[in-house]
C-alpha cells in the first residue's frame, strides 16, 4: 500500500497571504496525485488531479506540481473560503489511498 | 447537474448489516465508474469500493473485504453498499462518489454523505 505523508500538519495564514502544501508518497506514483478540499460538514472536492491539472470550476489561485514520490499544493493567494483541509489522493496502485490531511486555518 | 444522494445510514449493533444507497442523476450513470469512500469522525478520507461503469469489475479495501460488497444498477442508476459484520470501527461518514472519467481513478463528484453508527 501506497502511504502518503501530508506536511504541514496545520497551517496558519492570512488571508492574502500565499499556501505551499506538501504531500510525499512512499514511493513512486508517477504524476497520479490529486487534491481535495473539504470544508466543514461538507463533502470533498475535487481541485486538482494528475499533479496539475484543476479540475472543472477550479479557479486559478490553485495550483499543482510534482511528480514521483513529491508533490505541491499552492494556493497563490488565500480567500476566505479557501480556510479549509486539504487531502491528497494517489491513483497511482490498488488500495487507492489518501493523505492525513494538511488543515489551513485563519491565522 | 450532477447529484448524488445517500441514504441507508443509521445506527446498528457490532454484527449488524446494513445497505446503503447512493442515487445518482445529472449524468449518464451507466458510462462512469463509481467508489464509497469513508470518514470516521474527526478524521481523514478513506477509500472504502470501487465499480466498474458496467459492472464487470469490483475492488474493496482489505478492511473491508469479505464484509463489505459493492454494486450498482444501472437501471436504476442507483450504486450500492451493502455491509455485513459491522463493526466498531466501522463508524463513519460513507459517502459515494462519481469517477472522473476514463481510466482515472479519482473522484469529481460526492454526495453529502450518510452516518452509519456501529453501537451497542
Known amino acids: 500500500e501506497i502511504v502518503l505523508t501530508q506536511s504541514p500538519a496545520t497551517l496558519s495564514l492570512s488571508p492574502g497571504e500565499g499556501a505551499t502544501l506538501s504531500c510525499r508518497a512512499s514511493?513512486?506514483?508517477?504524476?497520479?496525485l490529486a487534491w481535495y478540499q473539504q470544508t466543514p460538514g461538507q463533502a470533498p472536492r475535487l481541485l486538482i488531479y494528475?499533479?496539475?491539472n484543476r479540475a472543472t470550476g477550479i479557479p486559478a489561485r490553485f495550483s499543482g506540481g510534482g511528480s514521483g514520490t513529491d508533490f505541491t499544493l499552492t494556493i497563490s493567494s488565500l480567500e476566505p473560503e479557501d480556510f479549509a483541509v486539504y487531502y491528497c489522493q494517489q491513483r497511482s496502485n490498488w488500495p487507492l489511498t489518501f493523505g492525513g490531511g494538511t488543515k489551513v486555518e485563519i491565522k | 447537474q450532477v447529484q448524488l444522494v445517500e441514504s441507508g445510514g443509521g445506527v446498528v449493533q457490532p454484527g449488524g448489516s446494513l445497505r446503503l444507497s447512493c442515487a445518482a442523476s445529472g449524468f449518464t450513470f451507466s458510462s462512469y465508474d463509481m467508489y464509497w469512500v469513508r470518514q470516521a469522525p474527526g478524521k481523514g478520507l478513506e477509500w472504502v469500493a470501487f465499480i466498474r461503469y458496467d459492472g464487470s469489475n469490483k475492488y474493496h479495501a482489505d478492511s473491508v473485504r469479505g464484509r463489505f460488497t459493492i454494486s450498482r444498477d444501472n437501471s436504476k442508476n442507483t450504486l450500492y453498499l451493502q455491509m455485513n459484520s459491522l463493526r466498531a470501527d466501522d463508524t463513519a461518514v460513507y459517502y459515494c462518489a462519481k469517477g472522473y472519467g476514463g481510466n482515472y481513478q479519482v473522484f469529481d463528484y460526492w454526495g453529502q454523505g450518510t452516518l452509519v453508527t456501529v453501537s451497542s
Open positions: 494528475d499533479a496539475s
Open positions: 514511493q513512486s506514483v508517477s504524476s497520479y
